[in-house]
């Protein structure tokens, strides 16, 4: 739930691959190859306030470091390496990762949801960058109005995500998955000039390592938005129209749950809500009045 400006343009990106990978999900893969493994990555949205969010998706690729030590390329300039991936280098190898290319709603992916963005074989190793190519087709809908979205003067037609090697959960032999939060809220914003600009935020992370927390907001028409927060971790979840909601990917500890609502209903908090990983911790009916 929780890069930079050039990230920006991979948030929409992301969004978009993850849509148009759901075809892939029949995926066959032959991970049991000499120096292959399998990668699943999952793209799931901390939601905003907006009706849709279209993100044009070109490409998606990333980069395996193979050496025996990642950690000894901590200090290398992943810029650079994210900004040539055409460059051969003898511990380091770019995979394309299956993508149908398209503009998705990544609004789609909220309140627990999420879809594969990608199921590939690639060359075994530690995962250092996410390369997300993005086109110029996107878009948000708010109160029923479309609105284009830009990239900030100067920034890249691509977003990297610079992990550390070891996000992903091992699951199965020589199998290996990784979840990517967008952040909506944080990471669309609108700048003086009233135009709508993507600076993405991601959250990295695995369902069996971090906690959930549900629940239902009644009566459904209060349209609550939900902020689940302490010292060190905040996330965002809006109700459906049923009032159901659910965030993902939260740190153990114990939160506040403030409830912002409309249509004149009365603004709750809840404090001492524990969540530990990898359990849920459901709310249930959250009766408001008016």
Known sequence: MKIKNTIIATVLVIAALISFSACQKNFSSNASAAGKEQLSLYLTDGPGFFDNVYIDIRSVKVL????????????????????????????????????????????????????????????????????????????VVKDSVTYPIYLPAGAMNYILLKLRGDECEKYDANKKRLWLDFDVARSIFQGNDNKFYIRPVFHFYVVSAKGQLSG????????GVVTAFNATDTAYALTDKEGFFKMRG???????????????????????????APGETNLGNIVLRK
């Open 64 to 139: 395996v470091d193979t050496s025996k030590n990642t950690r000894d390329h901590d200090n290398d300039d992943w810029d650079r390496r994210g900004a040539d991936d055409t460059k051969k280098d003898s511990s380091f190898v770019w995979e394309n990762l299956n993508i149908k290319p398209g503009v998705y709603d990544i609004l789609k992916f909220r309140n627990g949801a999420d879809t594969i963005l990608a199921n590939s074989n690639i060359t075994a190793g530690s995962i250092r960058l996410i390369k997300i190519e993005i086109g110029t087709n996107n878009s």
């Open 216 to 223: 239902r907001i009644r009566p459904g028409d209060a349209k």
């Open 250 to 276: 939260l740190k153990d500890g114990t939160y506040s749950v403030f409830i912002n609502v409309s249509n004149g209903y009365q603004d709750t908090t809840l404090t001492n809500i524990k969540v530990q």
